[in-house]
Nanobody, 125 residues
């Protein structure tokens, strides 16, 4: 059974940090590039960052550079998004998505093959 489960979201104050996890099962994770996306209320889903199947990083969102770090542990079938210096505008549901192949396809939703259900991140004082 193919499973993708995001976790680690919650309520955090501005300037705080969260680490999101994307636990997978049923995949050979090293065969996939993996992206993190987010969707705020009333807005379209947008790409945040992506890691290639070998762990190289692509940032889709300029505002994430220097604050967010994507990483993966293929042995644990898990991908992470470390988020620091969080801002209220980071509030969104965060999703991880798998894209079969080595490279990150881009910040386009339909280019990713498998999706988790999302985890809510709320940044507020």
């Amino acid at each position: 059974q193919l499973q993708i489960a995001e976790s680690g979201g919650g309520l955090v104050q501005p300037g705080g940090s969260l680490r999101l996890s994307c636990a997978t099962s049923g995949f050979t994770l090293e065969d996939y590039a993996i992206g993190w996306f987010r969707q705020a209320p009333g807005k379209e889903r947008e790409g945040v960052s992506c890691t290639t199947s070998s762990g190289e990083t692509t940032y889709y969102l300029d505002s994430a550079k220097g604050r967010f770090t994507i990483s993966r542990d293929n042995a644990k079938n898990t991908v992470y998004l470390q988020m620091n210096s969080l801002k209220p505008e980071d509030t969104a549901i965060y999703y991880c998505a798998l894209d079969y192949g080595y490279y990150c396809s881009g910040p386009i939703v339909y280019e990713y093959d498998y999706w988790g259900q999302g985890t809510q991140v709320t940044v507020s004082s």
